[in-house]
């Protein structure tokens, strides 16, 4: 579970390293975000030479959460931090490779 305004790291190829999480979009008032769920993102820091670049508007998935997820079974799994894959316009994945 992510909340408005937290720092992400960016789980791909694309250039960024870090975006901050903006809003969920269409209107669905959800105060907070989890693994699965598309997200509007800014990018707040990218390497000098990709194609993304800082300060840009971006939509995102969030891959990664530090709050555990409950599983049917009784199970947890913990991440060590909240991470993003950014997307393009088409919700296809802007980078190659996802760590």
Do not use: F
Not at 20 to 37: C, E, F, N, T
């Amino acid at each position: 579970m992510i909340s408005n305004e937290t720092r992400l790291t960016v789980a791909d190829n694309s250039g960024a390293k870090e975006v901050l999480w903006w809003h969920i979009p269409g209107g669905s008032g959800k105060r907070y975000a989890s693994v699965g769920d598309k997200i509007v993102v800014t990018i707040k820091s990218a390497m000098a030479n990709s194609q993304v670049k800082k300060g840009t508007v971006s939509k995102a998935v969030v891959v990664r959460t530090k709050k555990e997820i409950r599983r049917k079974d009784g199970s947890y799994i913990r991440c060590e931090d909240n991470a993003a894959v950014l997307l393009s316009a088409q919700d296809v994945p802007r980078g190659i490779r996802i760590s």
